[in-house]
């Protein structure tokens, strides 16, 4: 189990120790929900809602992480100024095309959940049961 201090260690590693232009916002909510937003301003920023009650945060730790697959794949495509294709590919609503955007945002962000266990030194097994199970759930929304 996941405790909520986790996610503050996770935002810690996130913006300090990976990415120094993320923005992380962790904020209270009924049920959790992520979204990755490009930048506006100056910054790219993930927007957490977790659920304040909860018992166990696993499955906003995953969304995070999932999260910052998506700002892993902005970054790359502003590099090589494709940002056009990020944009078109994040607002689909289905297809195969968004399948695969959404697999590889998941599997950009399990890398470095699993680097951000293995610092916190967390128990993997159970977090990558709930990744995988996220990952697939998620998949089969955007499938036709």
């Known amino acids: 189990m996941i405790n909520r201090s986790v996610l ?3 935002k810690a590693f996130l913006c300090w120790d990976m990415f ?3 923005e992380i916002k962790l904020i ?3 049920s959790p929900v992520a979204f990755f937003y490009p930048p506006n301003e100056k910054y790219p920023f993930v927007h957490l809602y977790y ?3 909860a018992k166990d945060f696993t499955e906003s730790l995953c969304l995070l992480f999932h999260e910052v697959g998506h700002y892993l794949q902005w970054d790359k495509k502003s590099l090589f100024e494709s940002e056009f294709d990020f944009y078109e590919l994040i607002n689909k609503d289905k297809g195969e095309e968004k399948v695969l955007f959404e697999l590889q945002a998941w599997d950009y962000g399990l890398g470095y959940l699993e680097m951000f266990l293995d610092k916190e030194k967390i128990n993997k097994k159970q977090v990558l049961e709930k990744y995988k199970t996220l990952k697939n759930r998620s998949l089969k929304t ?3």
Do not use: T
């Open 142 to 144: 955007y499938s036709n």
């Open 51 to 53: 659920e304040q009650g």
């Open 28 to 30: 209270p909510l009924q």
């Open 8 to 10: 503050f260690q996770a």
């Open 20 to 22: 120094s232009d993320l």
